[in-house]
């Protein structure tokens, strides 16, 4: 019988590695199938993209030649369970095999066979002598990362702890610890629809760092405030917690209806608009804006270990450009006097500071520092020139957090 764990873990990769898709994206895609399954591919898959510098540096002493794509992806799939997942020699060697024949690479099934036996023999010590971080980072982002490369990589190496927000006045679940900045933490492998009151709509998924900016947005009940990119919903659902008139703006009409049903199963009301924000005019100007603005994510590697093997430093400029475009449209929609906090779940230079000081430059809006006080959960995150910026380096003996940045401006 077909394994469908290393199956499905086999077409994630290859619509990953070979056709550059998202690795969310790819899982939807799948045929339909038992949800664990699903769920037991995506963590192999993951952990291959997560580590497969490592996993590709213990393979190449036992390869004579390059193999072709999909049987190297066998045998990452293969390696990663010998070693990062303890799964038994036989099963991990035995489902490969039969994976290669599957999928009409019955010609390499004795090299798949005799390599992996091979890794097996050497078994984790395999693992010792070679630097992990460095390997499964590609260089371009290890370089601009520069001295917190490291720190980073590091964090990247174990999958990622499950954070929730809760709706206000809700008690932290049985099985979460309340983190300082407010935010829920469970451990890396938590099912979310496990969590008691995630059916009642009482929480929503968010990392720790996700949902600082709207906090630091500062609402007051009552104001109105646009919330831009606003799919799917994390943000917009703590603003309307917080008593804001919202408007939700996404362009995207398919996640427009994530946005729609995740607010109707929170129990929470707001106007949801289907428009570009560059182009679309308010009927009213707004007390605050967040701008959530499409960006690399490459703070959220850790998560998605898929964004650091499809993105390319050329994708940096491109949403540079985006953001730019959003940064003049947020600025347009603010009374005078408004605040608008800029966002951006990246760790690259280029999409932080340089956009404030451009939107700075084109005038109308001043940079108002981020205070100590504002971020007293997490003074580590408050940079000098008064920036929200958190990496997976921080909290390590938490489990870490998504990379952001944020910026405060106000319009003259």
Request: aromatic fraction near 4%; charged fraction near 25%.
């Amino acid at each position: 019988m077909p394994d469908a764990t290393r199956e499905s873990a086999f077409d994630l990769l290859t619509a990953v590695l070979e056709r550059h898709r998202p690795l969310e994206e790819a899982l939807t895609a799948l045929p339909a199938q038992d949800s664990r399954d699903r769920a037991a591919g995506h963590r192999l898959a993951a952990a291959v993209l997560r580590r497969m510098g490592t996993l590709d540096a213990v393979l190449e002493p036992f390869l004579r030649k390059e193999p072709p794509e999909p049987v190297r992806n066998v045998l990452r799939i293969g390696a990663a369970g010998l070693l990062l997942l303890d799964t038994p020699v036989h099963a991990a060697v035995g489902t490969a095999v039969d994976l290669a024949k599957r999928r009409g690479l019955a010609p390499f099934a004795g090299l798949i066979n005799a390599v992996l036996r091979k890794v097996a023999v050497a078994g984790p010590d395999a693992l010792e002598d070679l630097d992990a971080p460095r390997l499964d980072t590609p260089a371009w982002l290890w370089t601009a990362w520069g001295a917190s490369a490291r720190a980073i990589a590091t964090a990247h190496q174990i999958e990622a702890p499950l954070d929730v927000t809760l709706k206000p006045g809700m008690p932290v679940p049985e099985g979460g610890v309340l983190l300082p900045t407010g935010s829920v933490r469970f451990p890396a492998g938590t099912r979310v629809a496990d969590i008691p009151g995630f059916e009642a709509g009482d929480l929503w998924v968010q990392d720790a760092a996700a949902a600082l900016p709207a906090g630091l947005l500062g609402v007051q009940p009552g104001e109105r405030v646009a919330d831009l990119c606003a799919a799917p919903g994390g943000k917009t659902a703590q603003l309307v917690a917080a008593g804001a008139v919202v408007t939700a703006v996404e362009r995207d009409a398919t996640r427009i209806e994530r946005l729609t049903e995740n607010l109707r199963r929170w129990g929470l009301s707001a106007e949801v608009v289907n428009a570009d924000a560059v182009e679309w005019s308010p009927p009213g100007l707004f007390d605050a804006v967040l701008l959530d603005a499409p960006c690399s994510a490459t703070g959220t590697i850790r998560r998605h270990p898929d964004v650091g093997r499809i993105k390319r430093p050329r994708d940096v400029q491109t949403v540079v450009q985006a953001q730019d475009k959003l940064l003049e449209a947020a600025a347009r929609m603010l009374r005078p006097g408004g605040r608008l906090v800029y966002a951006v779940c990246s760790l690259q230079y280029e999409e932080g500071a340089p956009r404030v000081a451009a939107a700075v430059a084109r005038g109308g809006l001043r940079h108002d520092p981020f205070r100590t006080e504002e971020l007293a959960g997490l003074p580590e995150g408050l940079t000098k020139e008064g920036f929200l910026r958190t990496n997976p380096g921080l909290w390590r003996d938490r489990g870490g957090m998504d990379g952001f940045f944020a910026a405060r401006l106000v319009k003259d």
